[in-house]
């Protein structure tokens, strides 16, 4: 049986991390993850202030033995966050998924689906894609500045995804081995940075439409960290 850990990466999540862990303890029960073994659940707490370690404590001996906690001080961002899960994560497959369960655990079953046809080593969740179910948009002006940071992405480097924020994806782990030492980007332009290395490695990358809902209270600025993401998108295309 192949096995899979779930990297959570969290930052002041204790409002939504209770919801997020019964969907998760639902969703392995009802077989959301198809024969895979959910070895670890990793939270990484990322310099939060509230209680998210506490509720990964609580939950772990309450409902979910595969929650582990790991703490990293101070705050240094999702990407910086997530990579410590991928360079601690025991699974052959991890899976990158936001705290808020935007998109719900039972899609990865078309993740996993698209990585077997394809043959694939990294499958992204899209938002962007015809055959996306957008159930709950964001405000305008988020919806609007994520297709156009999207465009300019695609533009700088080279990438022909149409969403490559997506806090939904699935990787192989051994894939990408060669070059994870390598990966510089701490906040959110990271998953920018996986891609670009990726396809300079020609590991195969599959885009797949996914159910996705906003939820409120997003530690995402509109205008600061877009802002930052388009910087380090330039500086990655000189880098990489």
């Known amino acids: 049986m192949q096995t899979l850990t779930i990297v959570i990466p969290a930052y002041n999540e204790e409002p939504r991390l209770p919801r997020t862990f019964a969907l998760l303890k639902s969703g392995i029960a009802e077989g959301a993850f198809g024969d895979l073994q959910v070895l670890e659940i990793l939270v990484v707490d990322d310099g939060s202030k509230d209680l998210t370690k506490q509720i ?8 979910l033995p595969q929650i582990r906690c790991i703490p990293v001080f101070p705050n240094q961002g999702k990407g910086n966050a997530i990579h410590t899960g991928m360079k601690s994560a025991l699974g052959e497959w991890v899976l990158i998924a936001d705290a808020d369960t935007a998109t719900p655990w039972d899609q990865f079953k078309k993740l996993w689906a698209n990585l077997a046809r394809d043959q694939s080593s990294i499958a992204i ?5 015809p055959e996306s179910d957008v159930r709950t948009k964001q405000s305008w002006i988020r919806e609007h500045m994520g297709k156009t940071f999207n465009f300019i992405v695609r533009l700088i ?11 939904f994806k699935l990787i192989h782990k051994k894939s990408i081995l060669p070059f994870l030492d390598l990966l510089r980007v701490k906040r959110f332009a990271w998953d920018v940075e996986l891609l670009m290395f990726a396809r300079k490695n020609k590991l195969k990358i599959s885009e797949v439409a996914v159910s996705w809902e906003h939820q409120e209270a997003s530690s995402v600025h509109p205008i600061r960290d877009a802002s930052e993401m388009l910087l380090r998108v330039i500086e990655m295309r000189i880098r990489i």
């Open 56 to 63: 990964c404590q609580n939950y772990q001996s309450l409902l």
């Open 125 to 129: 969740g899209s938002r962007d894609l």
């Open 157 to 167: 480097t080279g990438l022909p995804y149409r969403d490559t924020q997506c806090g």
